[in-house]
């Protein structure tokens, strides 16, 4: 369950709005759970219908507690479960519907039979125009970006979600003089710590048993998370820092 702020004392300014909260102070408590999601996932995630936040006559976002109750859902279906933006749309809107709504699963279809049970993740796509808009920037960014292989599109010249994730975390390294072309090298590293990841993972997936072929995206997904943590734990040695 996602902690809201409580109003109290240190809370002055969303007790002043009744309980709503900018959202610099949505990421604060979304980051608990989810500590990758950034800004513009948030406004990718309101611009596809999942959010409806209020606007103050400046144009501000303000969130409700049950906005941010919502966000926590989607983006734990989106990590749980591998569920398209759309479906979990659709099961969210269902009670307002008065539908009963359990959560959906997405499985492959095999050649002229019902769906089987997923092997693999179901990849969020978005398109070329919805990045733009959740990044807020231009084609000419996302050229160079592409051109440094930041964010790649996928072979049917879409995204997945995680581009969204990329393009934020680009930007706010920008703030601080850190350009595109400066971050190769964080990207050969990338590539390298996956490539290492899949050759462990390989012998799994390509199994005859499909069983064991789908122990290896749960396989994929732990080293992934210990390669994060082992890159994140020799930067801030390596800096002498300690991040929260």
Do not use: C
């Amino acid at each position: 369950m996602l902690r809201t702020p409580s109003g109290g004392a240190g809370h002055g300014a969303a007790a002043a709005d009744n309980g709503l909260m900018s959202i610099g102070t949505v990421l604060n408590v979304l980051r608990d759970e989810f500590p990758e999601v950034t800004v513009s996932k948030i406004r990718f995630l309101e611009s596809e219908g999942l959010i409806e936040p209020q606007r103050t006559p400046s144009g501000y976002r303000k969130f409700s507690p049950g906005d941010v109750e919502r966000l926590g859902h989607v983006l734990r279906m989106q990590r749980d479960h591998y569920l398209p933006l759309k479906v979990i749309r659709e099961h969210l809107d269902a009670p307002g519907r008065g539908e009963t709504a359990p959560v959906p699963s997405v499985g492959r279809q095999r050649d002229g039979g019902a769906p089987s049970e997923p092997e693999g993740p179901t990849v969020v796509r978005i398109g070329r125009a919805e990045l733009l808009a959740a990044a807020e920037i231009g084609e000419q960014v996302l050229d160079e970006w592409e051109s440094y292989g930041l964010i790649a599109p996928l072979p049917e010249g879409v995204y997945d979600a995680e581009a969204v994730t990329v393009a934020g975390l680009v930007l706010e390294l920008g703030r601080f003089g850190i350009e595109p072309r400066h971050l190769r090298a964080v990207k050969a590293a990338a590539d390298r710590e996956a490539a290492l990841v899949d050759q462990v993972v390989a012998p799994l997936r390509l199994h005859r048993n499909p069983q064991t072929r789908a122990h290896a995206q749960a396989r994929t997904k732990e080293l992934a998370g210990l390669a994060v943590k082992l890159h994140a734990a020799l930067v801030q040695s390596a800096l002498g820092v300690r991040l929260p």
